[in-house]
């Protein structure tokens, strides 16, 4: 991908790649964003835990997304997200990446 992200936006990004897709591969995901594959394990983990995918083991398997049915799901407004990405700018780093695992757990876009 040429420049570094930080990890925050390395996860936000793998997350809409993998939703565009529907289904990648570890090795897929490992070649897309020039990291390890243990990288990818770890940033896996941690999105299955605060999106909608998940990991299928086995021939056919990889990383895929779970359908869900929107209309249950809870959503940040427009105006709530542009509040988030706002504030980011005003508090300390720690604080920042707290708030863009918010915008990604609840946000339109990352769902």
Do not use: A, N
Not at 32 to 50: A, G, M, P, Y
Not at 53 to 69: A, R
Request: with cysteine; proline share 0%.
């Amino acid at each position: 991908m040429g420049s570094r992200l930080t990890v925050s936006e390395r996860r936000l990004k793998m997350l809409k790649y993998i939703i565009y897709r529907k289904e990648v591969t570890y090795r897929e995901l490992s070649e897309e964003f020039d990291i390890s594959l243990c990288t990818v394990w770890r940033d896996i983990v941690f999105l299955s835990k605060h999106s909608t995918i998940y990991t299928e083991q086995g021939h056919g398997g990889g990383i895929k997304v779970l359908q869900t049915d929107s209309k249950t799901k809870k959503y940040l407004s427009d105006k709530e997200e542009l509040c988030l990405y706002k504030l980011i700018e005003k508090v300390s780093e720690e604080d920042g990446k707290t708030l863009k695992d918010i915008i990604m757990r609840f946000s339109k876009d990352f769902s």
